[in-house]
């Protein structure tokens, strides 16, 4: 390295491309809740049946969560991550072809198992990519991709939906995730085989960054996995304060990825064109929240306060925030309707960089484990929230959902408070 060789900024294309990642994974789990009233109306699916369809994907992507962190110690993430994006996406066209209630939770069910890696992937990817002082924008900014993607498409697949049908919502979001499958294979590398020239890599190891994480070599010094490894992810108080938080945190979304159109469709009599319009705003709130938490975080930190501090105030504060969705419940105005939901999921933006603390508390050598651990449960939401609020929904009042909701996230914030201590690696 010359003494006037500048960094590459590699990390920042990288950056971008689990971005993308983001967008269709979630445009693949949520879809249906796109096409959930059609679907309904057309096949004849009553509101608990619906609950056990959205259900669905929750049960798989929870439970797979922890083996999928393990594989993805020791797989890496340039050939599983679009090995399992691709199959996802091709099970996601499928639910356009099925007719039944039962063939529709199989479907999901698959889904679910092939989305689990996912984000423990995303984790090792900007775990091995960026530095201590800029990972929290880094997860910031890859984590708006599940909101932003919906602010924007879901106006778009509403109208394709009209045009064309729901089915064809799955064939379009199917096939687009294939084919960034494709491009993730030609184009991602770990850094030191990638084009990050000497001077970005040193800046990243010096910077805190595991540069060789997820490379050949480290996935061969790995040692086999022992019940003392699972042992370790599960006995620690600190990293239970994480998963508890992180469980309200997705209640609060599977509720927008979920039954969010049916409410405003069914119980606020929104047409699909106002609603399609409506349920952009809370997205791009959430969009705004989990840019705003990373950046703010980063800023702190760099300010000179402890990454404790970093990391937890946003999501404190954005716990608290997503409480609000109750305000829903005491008004009628659709204006005001939108408000509190808006708050609400700004809230549950700026609380989406749960992932900064598991990069930072998470043992060094078992990043993947952990991670599928958090992400086992925290997306057990997934599998209670739907549920939850297709049998609190009966009668079609969704009151008594929202208060569920809002209830959890208090519960959240309490867990970073009184359980998370000292921001530390568990060794």
């Not at 959930?36 to 056990?52: C, N, S, V, Y």
């Not at 689990?116 to 990972?135: G, H, K, L, Q, T």
């Not at 106006?155 to 084919?179: C, D, E, I, K, Y």
Request: with cysteine; glycine share 10%.
């Amino acid at each position: 390295m010359t003494l006037t060789e500048k960094p590459t900024r590699q990390r920042y294309v990288v950056m971008l491309m689990i971005f993308v990642s983001v967008v269709i994974t979630f445009l693949d789990r949520s879809n249906i809740s796109i096409t959930a009233p059609l679907m309904r109306k057309e096949l004849g699916i009553d509101t608990i049946h619906m609950g056990w369809i959205l259900s669905a994907f929750g049960w798989t992507y929870a439970f797979c969560q922890i083996p999928g962190g393990w594989l993805v110690d020791r797989v890496g993430p340039r050939f599983f991550y679009p090995a399992i994006l691709i199959l996802w996406s091709l099970a996601t066209a499928l639910l356009g072809v099925v007719g039944s209630v039962a063939s529709l939770i199989a479907i999901r069910l698959l889904i679910g198992a092939l989305e689990a890696p996912s984000y423990s992937i995303n984790n090792m990817v900007v775990s091995s990519w960026f530095p201590d002082r800029e990972r929290g924008g880094a997860i910031g900014f890859y984590t708006s991709g599940q909101f932003v993607g919906l602010a924007f498409l879901t106006p778009l697949l509403l109208m394709l939906q009209a045009s064309h049908g729901w089915r064809a919502v799955f064939f379009t979001t199917g096939v687009g995730g294939a084919v960034w499958g494709l491009i993730w294979l030609a184009t991602y590398r770990t850094p030191r085989e990638s084009r990050a020239n000497a001077a970005e890599i040193s800046y990243l190891e010096q910077g805190g960054a595991l540069v060789d994480l997820g490379s050949a070599e480290s996935r061969k010094a790995r040692r086999r996995l022992s019940w003392a490894d699972i042992g370790t992810v599960f006995k620690y108080r600190k990293l239970w304060g994480v998963y508890i938080g992180q469980f309200a945190v997705t209640s609060c979304q599977w509720f927008f990825l979920t039954w969010f159109p049916t409410y405003l469709v069914e119980f606020r009599h929104l047409s699909f064109v106002k609603s399609g319009l409506y349920a952009m705003i809370p997205f791009l709130a959430a969009f705004l929240g989990v840019l705003c938490s990373g950046l703010v975080s980063d800023r702190i930190l760099r300010a000179g306060a402890s990454l404790g501090w970093a990391r937890k105030t946003p999501i404190i504060c954005g716990l608290l925030l997503s409480s609000t969705i109750m305000g829903a419940n005491f008004v009628d105005a659709p204006e005001l309707v939108i408000f509190f939901m808006a708050l609400a999921f700004f809230g549950n933006g700026m609380a989406s960089i749960g992932w900064s603390l598991i990069s930072s508390v998470a043992p060094r050598q078992l990043i993947g484990l952990t991670g599928g651990t958090f992400n086992f449960i925290s997306n057990l939401s997934g599998i209670s929230t739907p549920l939850v609020i297709g049998y609190l929904a009966q009668g079609g009042n969704f009151a008594p959902g929202l208060t569920y909701i809002a209830v959890v996230a208090v519960m959240g914030a309490l867990a970073y408070i009184l359980m998370i201590g000292k921001l530390e690696r568990v060794e």
